[in-house]
């Protein structure tokens, strides 16, 4: 049920949904793309890395599965819930995650999440993904503020917000669930005109 408003929206509806989920290359030769049935296998090895496991709690266990958050984020782009890219070198060869999430089109805001598959690590993979990503939400699509939040005891991740421009807004005492207990997380955003 959409928000009687007494201003327009910040972004329109259908300013996603309305279109085809966009490719969107990024600095290093990486394309975020759509995901596609033949990632299942990468993507579910991820979740066999222990960092991965470490900040993700929501696993995947099997392949089916897989494909059934993969048809998800097809519907959640359709429905303008979220966007979720596989990172690629030159297309192909998956290298992370990337998604788009929580977007209120009301207020123009979206929360950022990814991860990085072990051998693809230091070399700028989820920093040139953020900024590219980042640049297409803020300029082309009109978002006005982009937050990501990660753990207080995830210093590659406070790394990755900062070099994109995200800046550290404060910290969410015990605000999120992990599997070694709560953790304190920090809220990073990245607002137009930053
Ligand atoms: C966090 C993660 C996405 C980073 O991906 P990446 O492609 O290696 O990131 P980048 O290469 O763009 O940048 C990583 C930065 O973190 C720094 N870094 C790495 N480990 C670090 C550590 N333990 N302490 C401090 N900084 C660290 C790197 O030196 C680099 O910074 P620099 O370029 O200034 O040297 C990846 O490590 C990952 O997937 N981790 C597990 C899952 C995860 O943490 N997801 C995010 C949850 S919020």
Not at 60 to 72: N, S, Y
Not at 88 to 97: H, S, Y
Request: proline share 6%; glycine share 10%.
């Amino acid at each position: 049920m959409p928000r009687a408003l007494s201003m327009p929206p910040v972004i329109a509806s259908g300013s996603l949904g309305g279109s085809p989920q966009p490719v969107l290359p990024a600095t290093g030769g990486l394309l975020l793309r759509p995901w596609e049935e033949a990632d299942a296998p990468a993507f579910l090895s991820a979740y066999q890395d222990d960092e991965i496991r470490r900040w993700h709690t929501r696993r995947p266990g099997v392949e089916p599965q897989v494909r059934k958050w993969f048809h998800a984020y097809r519907q959640d782009w359709k429905q303008e819930k979220g966007g979720h890219w596989a990172i690629a070198r030159d297309g192909v060869e998956v290298l992370g995650r990337i998604a788009l999430r929580e977007l209120d089109f009301d207020d123009g805001t979206a929360g950022a999440a990814y991860w990085v598959l072990p051998a693809a690590r230091g070399a700028g993979v989820a920093s040139h993904s953020l900024s590219a990503l980042t640049t297409w939400a803020l300029d082309e699509i009109g978002f006005h503020r982009l937050e990501l939040d990660h753990s207080t005891r995830n210093p590659a991740s406070c790394r990755v917000a900062i070099k994109s421009g995200y800046l550290l807004e404060g910290t969410k005492r015990s605000a999120a669930v992990h599997d070694d207990g709560r953790h304190d997380m920090h809220l990073h955003a990245r607002i137009r005109g930053d």
